[in-house]
């Protein structure tokens, strides 16, 4: 009875989906999937998937968890790396400045973007909750 109840609010609101016989794959937008399994015992596990194509994973298909810390050590390991290239160089202070400010910019970049699927993920969380609820 809830996949009937979740696919006839999607429908309703023009939602795109795949159905699949135990499961749901809702497309979010901007190369972001939900994934919902139904069991037998009416228990229902979400999931999500940042599809190849996204700002935020690029080419890879992971879960946005995983996109978030992908980015953040990347970040990191990007400055860590540009830090002993310009130490090991000698160049001029101005140079690394501008480097970490275009780092600065790429972590800003991030956290935009994994705020963005979160909210929108929660908030998807959320309304199935209210549609079951009903």
Not at 7 to 12: E, N, S, V
Not at 38 to 51: G, H, Q, V, Y
Not at 55 to 66: A, H, K
Not at 70 to 77: E, P
Request: hydrophobic share 45%; charged share 20%.
């Amino acid at each position: 009875m809830t996949k009937e109840k979740i696919i006839t609010k999607l429908i309703r609101y023009r939602i795109k989906f795949d159905d699949y016989e135990k499961s749901l794959n809702i497309k979010m937008g901007y190369s972001h999937e939900i994934l919902i399994k139904f069991s037998d015992d009416n228990k229902i596990s979400m999931s999500d998937k940042l599809t190849s194509w996204n700002p935020l994973s690029g080419i890879l298909n992971i879960s946005l968890r995983n996109a978030m810390i992908l980015q953040s050590v990347s970040i990191f390991l990007s400055w860590l790396l540009l830090l002993i290239v310009f130490s090991s160089f000698k160049f001029g202070i101005e140079y690394f400045e501008f480097v970490t400010m275009v780092l600065v910019g790429m972590w800003g970049f991030s956290i935009l973007w994994s705020t963005y699927y979160l909210i929108k993920l929660e908030s998807f969380k959320r309304t199935l909750m209210n549609w079951l609820d009903e």
